[in-house]
């Protein structure tokens, strides 16, 4: 289908004559690739399509959440986590309060990669799934409210107490699930990750060239990313992420929570933001935005611009 859109727009721009010509077959062409994309939306929803927030978030889980291993005595990094989890449900709340009944059509739900071996989490998880259409009510709104201030502590909780850091699966999150879980035709589809920057899963070492699906503070110590020359060796040996899919035009992509744990390498945060900043946008992310571990008061109006505009 594709295919012959592009062949059309091809030759119907060949035979315009003038400007006005150009911008009414661009148009006719925009509406065209639009109906394609219709799914099971009726056309109310699908017009204000802008307006329905599909929100996901995605924690990682990995050691970085170890508060011996990685203490912060300003505000332990699971406290950093929280107090950015509620903004996030009360700024999606937010937005459905001020929504019309008839065009309700809001989704906010909490991913993990690798899922957790503790099915109490995964239970608790789902509890986090909220969807709410024109059968809202107030009741249902207060529940979300309470469980997204109530649950992620427990979630966090339960990780800790469990104890056994296997790694986040970010990069195997974007290849396997992310289209599937995180973006819908119908809505605005933004995904908010928790991390610390760093990759790493005992199943998931891939490595093409200098592109890989992972990252340690000992891998970008060997690479000799540790001194004031690490962006010219980055683009002069093209170091970074492998691509773990594309088009993902119509995914939104909020990061939140880059820290360096290599305190003997000045630049870590930076080549950090440099990998992430690059891999979104090698797999078409047109929208993101990229943090470090803030205290969640700095971060307040950071989310709201980002998920309300």
């Not at 709340?93 to 001020?98: A, D, L, P, R």
């Not at 109530?150 to 909780?157: G, S």
Request: with cysteine.
């Amino acid at each position: 289908m594709k295919a012959i859109i592009y062949t059309s727009v091809f030759f119907l721009l060949l035979s315009c004559k003038n400007n006005n010509d150009v911008k009414q077959v661009e148009e006719e062409i925009n509406n065209e690739q639009m109906s394609t994309l219709k799914v099971d939306c009726p056309d109310y929803i699908f017009k204000n399509k802008e307006n329905n927030l599909n929100v996901s978030i995605l924690l990682d889980l990995s050691d970085r959440i170890d508060e011996l291993k990685y203490p912060n005595p300003t505000m332990e990094y699971v406290n950093r986590d929280l107090g950015n989890i509620n903004t996030i449900a009360s700024n999606f709340i937010e937005h459905v309060q001020q929504k019309k009944i008839v065009l309700m059509n809001d989704e906010i739900q909490i991913y993990f990669e690798p899922e957790p071996q503790d099915q109490t989490i995964n239970q608790k998880s789902k509890e986090l799934r909220v969807s709410f259409s024109k059968n809202i009510s107030k009741e249902s709104i207060e529940k979300a409210r309470q469980n997204y201030k109530k649950i992620p502590k427990e979630i966090y909780q339960l990780a800790k107490k469990e104890g056994k850091y296997l790694g986040s699966d970010t990069w195997r999150f974007f290849k396997d699930k992310v289209k599937r879980y995180c973006i819908d035709t119908c809505h605005r589809n933004i995904l908010i990750i928790f991390t610390d920057g760093y990759m790493y899963h005992e199943h998931t070492k891939i490595k093409e060239a200098n592109k890989r699906s992972y990252i340690t503070p000992s891998v970008i110590r060997n690479l000799g990313l540790n001194k004031s020359d690490w962006k010219h060796r980055i683009e002069e040996k093209n170091i970074g992420f492998l691509p773990a899919t594309d088009q993902l035009n119509d995914l939104e992509v909020l990061v939140i929570g880059l820290e360096n744990h290599d305190k003997k390498n000045p630049y870590g945060q930076d080549v950090l933001h440099f990998f992430w900043k690059a891999w979104l946008e090698d797999m078409g992310v047109k929208k993101y935005e990229i943090y470090g571990a803030d205290l969640p008061i700095h971060m307040e109006k950071t989310i709201s611009n980002f998920m309300l505009k």
